[in-house]
């Protein structure tokens, strides 16, 4: 049995990632739509992927251009997500890896 010392001690905070903070990003990894703050006038949902025991956030914009590539490159199976700018200047380049 873990005190509540031992377990604050422990104690991470869970933090989502994001899809561009990994160095390649297989095309057929799964996601999942999550929404917060559920029912308020702050409500949003957002993508997320798990890979190992880590949470990544995969913005819109990805989806939308790797939707583009994937028309011209249906066989796309590594790219590399490469993000400039923060808060909402943030942009994302989906780069195809082979």
Same mark, same amino acid.
């Given at each position: 049995?873990? *005190?509540? &010392? !031992? ?11 994001? @899809?561009? #903070?990994? /160095? ?10 999550? *929404?917060? &703050? !559920? ?11 798990? @890979?190992? #025991?880590? /949470? ?43």
């Amino acid at each position: 049995m873990t *005190t509540i &010392k !031992e377990a604050a001690e422990n104690y991470e905070s869970k933090k989502t990632l994001n @899809i561009a #903070d990994l /160095e390649v990003v297989r095309t057929d990894i799964e996601i999942r739509k999550e *929404t917060f &703050k !559920e029912n308020t006038p702050d409500e949003f949902t957002i993508n997320i992927a798990t @890979i190992g #025991d880590k /949470e990544y956030r995969v913005p819109d914009s990805v989806l939308k251009s790797l939707q583009a590539i994937l028309k011209a490159k249906p066989e796309l199976k590594t790219m590399k997500i490469v993000k400039t700018g923060s808060g909402m200047n943030t942009e994302y380049t989906v780069v195809p890896l082979d």
